[in-house]
């Protein structure tokens, strides 16, 4: 009888190419299954032992799986579009430190579930900056949600009218960063502002919230109306956060102008 571990022996090569097929399709390994003729090419060239071989086998899986897990959990963030930092223009947006933007992109201030706040005027390259953080976030494994902030408070106000409030909070309360766009567009009635209260104080010095504004602090009571409702909103963003002002320059205007400029 032939040794479990030896059946290739038996084996033509046609055979054993199918029985890999088979045995990648059954234990689910797609790049194995997909890319064991190219390695096993290379593994040839370059006169790797098995132990080579089986190990490129598996890490090439392995590498692949976090593409794909990567892959999944941008997609479940709800980005509206895919920015990212190499793609920012820095030298345009000379009020943002690139240094300070590369610090925050390897994640540490989320791992201590601190804030933060990207503030400045429209079209200043703050929502480039909050969606590239966050695919950052997102393929450094970290579980990451992006909202409009008139969104986010309208979900609430629907959950809180279904009785439905305590779940919706708990399910924002999961992902490790909360991403909230274009906060200070619109006023937020007191009940809207509460329950968006809620949930920024359910992820208080737990679990990080990043925010791009167009209103610096002081003109949030435009959106706040409350007062002290708007400085605790305040106080809960700010804590020991990171604050970034883009300027009030917009790089995306001048773009435009200079775009238009160059064609005629």
Not at 214 to 234: H, M, Q, Y
């Amino acid at each position: 009888m032939t040794a479990p571990g030896l059946r290739g022996r038996a084996m033509s090569e046609p055979a054993a190419q199918a029985a890999i097929d088979q045995a990648c399709r059954l234990l689910r390994l797609p790049t194995i299954r997909t890319r064991v003729e190219e390695i096993a090419a290379a593994a040839a060239r370059e006169q790797l032992s098995y132990w080579g071989f089986l190990a490129e086998l598996l890490l090439a899986e392995c590498d692949d799986r976090d593409r794909r897990r990567s892959a999944r959990r941008v997609k479940a963030a709800g980005f509206p579009r895919e920015k990212w930092l190499a793609d920012f223009d820095f030298e345009a947006n000379s009020d943002v430190n690139p240094a300070l933007i590369h610090t925050l992109a390897k994640s540490e201030w989320i791992r201590k579930g601190e804030p933060l706040c990207l503030i400045g005027d429209s079209g200043t390259g703050k929502t480039h900056l909050l969606i590239a953080l966050g695919i950052a976030a997102a393929q450094d494994g970290f579980r990451v949600r992006y909202t409009l902030a008139t969104k986010l408070v309208n979900e609430l106000v629907e959950a809180a009218d279904d009785r439905q409030l305590a779940r919706t909070i708990a399910r924002y309360g999961r992902v490790d960063l909360l991403c909230i766009d274009e906060l200070g567009y619109m006023e937020l009635d007191r009940r809207g502002a509460e329950l968006l209260f809620q949930v920024l104080t359910e992820r208080e010095e737990t679990a990080s919230v990043a925010i791009a504004s167009n209103e610096s602090f002081s003109g949030w009571t435009k959106t706040f109306t409350d007062p002290r409702l708007c400085a605790a909103i305040v106080d809960r963003l700010t804590f020991a956060g990171n604050i970034i002002e883009t300027g009030t320059s917009s790089y995306r205007l001048a773009h435009a102008r200079a775009t238009r400029a160059a064609s005629s």
